[in-house]
């Protein structure tokens, strides 16, 4: 049987539990992908201390106002341009409306776009159009 030694440095920080002062080792890496939420252990209870003890990194009152007004300012901005469409669609569906009257005063079919003189002239006698 062979027999083989490894000797490793490993750099580690220690931070006390706020709760009880029990100190936690990681590595500055490991500290830093916790602090940044990126650590797959961490979930919404935060950390535990060697005691029991929850802690973690939380987001701030201020942090939290801060997301809701820019989610705000969002939502404004997408009310917004669904408002800015929504007026595009009307003013297109306006003037459409207008022109297919237009074309009904002046006698001309909108389907088949041929001219009745007969619907002109009842138009311009009966329902004072003019032209």
Known sequence: ??????QQSVSLELRPCPR???FVALTP???????????????????????????G?????????????????????ALQLSND???DQLNAK?????GIKRRIEAGVCIHCHRTFQQLARHMKTKHEVKP
């Open 1 to 6: 049987m062979t027999t083989f030694t490894v």
């Open 20 to 22: 009880c002062g029990a």
């Open 29 to 55: 890496k490991q500290w830093k992908r916790r602090e940044e939420g990126r650590d797959p252990d961490y979930d919404a209870r935060g950390y535990t201390c060697p005691n029991g003890h929850v802690y």
């Open 57 to 77: 990194w939380w987001e701030s009152a201020t942090e939290r106002e801060k997301k809701r007004a820019d989610a705000a300012e969002a939502r404004a901005v």
């Open 85 to 87: 469409a929504l007026l």
């Open 94 to 98: 306006t003037k459409e409306a207008v």
